[in-house]
């Protein structure tokens, strides 16, 4: 069964850096067509934040972000990270790691329903 564990998640001063985690377990490398963040703040919904298409590392960001979050992964193992520089009261929302399967899938998705698997998410507050 696929399995997402996230960590890295905290409390920070505006500009500060938190760098996010996510191993996947219970699939093949083969089988992952794009592992991906969203994040929720209170009363919102989700919102996808950065995603990384498997077969060739194509990076995608939700635009505001302005190359303030970088996502990459561990080749070595099924392990995505989220690193997030300069950070503002604006990024507090609970972030959740999201995997898409990639059976009869050809495109990248930044729709929340489109993706098969998701952790249990992880808080980042950031304090003014």
């Known amino acids: 069964q696929v399995q997402l564990v996230e960590s890295g998640g905290g409390s920070v001063q505006v500009g500060g850096s938190l760098r996010l985690s996510c191993a996947a377990s219970?699939?093949?490398?083969?089988?992952?067509?794009?592992m991906a963040w969203f994040r929720q703040a209170p009363g919102k919904g989700r919102q996808f934040a950065s995603g990384l298409r498997w077969e060739d590392n194509k990076t995608y960001y939700l635009n505001p972000l302005n190359g303030r979050f970088t996502i990459f992964r561990d080749n070595a193992k099924n392990t995505v990270y989220l690193q997030m520089n300069r950070l503002r009261p604006e990024d507090t929302a609970t972030y959740y790691c999201?995997?898409?399967?990639?059976?009869?899938?050809?495109?990248?998705?930044?729709?929340?329903?489109?993706?098969?698997?998701w952790g249990q998410g992880t808080q980042v507050t950031v304090s003014s």
């Open positions: 219970g699939v093949d490398d083969a089988d992952i067509y794009a």
């Open positions: 999201a995997l898409r399967r990639a059976l009869g899938i050809d495109s990248m998705s930044t729709a929340a329903e489109e993706y098969d698997h």
